[in-house]
């Protein structure tokens, strides 16, 4: 998948001046965004929209992982949902690059906060070892 294909190096959130301040609340109505696929690849972390025309022409009808990799190694994916410009939803579930530990996925929604991003996660099932699925448990905002 190219960039004229959709695919998106994910930036930095908003400035300084611009982020959303600690009293900010996740919008109710993040489950009706689009869905997007993230991966982070040794040189940058790329996203796309699992639902898209050049999805649609593969076998599965949707983006995978792979398709935004080209099939390379990856550190770790999972799916996003950007609520708004400086609001994110993640969580780390991925059939090739999942995230493998509660760590990981900690580093990860982390990361994404220290970019700028209010981020709220599915967060890790210790018993299940794998990350959270959206739709399963409620979103906890990452401090």
Not at 4 to 19: R, V
Not at 63 to 85: C, D, R
Not at 106 to 113: C, G, N, S
Request: hydrophobic share 40%; net charge negative.
């Amino acid at each position: 998948m190219t960039q004229a294909e959709g695919l998106l190096e994910l930036a930095d959130g908003p400035s300084e001046g611009e982020a959303s301040n600690a009293n900010r609340t996740l919008a109710t109505d993040w489950e009706s965004g689009d869905l997007q696929l993230w991966v982070v690849r040794t040189g940058d972390v790329v996203h796309a929209p699992e639902n898209c025309e050049f999805g649609s022409k593969r076998t599965a009808g949707v983006v995978k992982h792979t398709n935004l990799t080209g099939g390379a190694l990856a550190f770790a994916a999972g799916e996003i949902v950007f609520v708004g410009p400086s609001q994110l939803v993640v969580n780390g579930c991925s059939g090739r690059y999942p995230v493998r530990s509660k760590e990981a996925m900690d580093a990860v929604a982390m990361a994404f906060k220290n970019s700028g991003y209010d981020v709220w996660s599915t967060g890790w099932d210790v018993e299940a070892r794998r990350a959270v699925p959206f739709g399963t448990v409620p979103v906890s905002r990452v401090a």
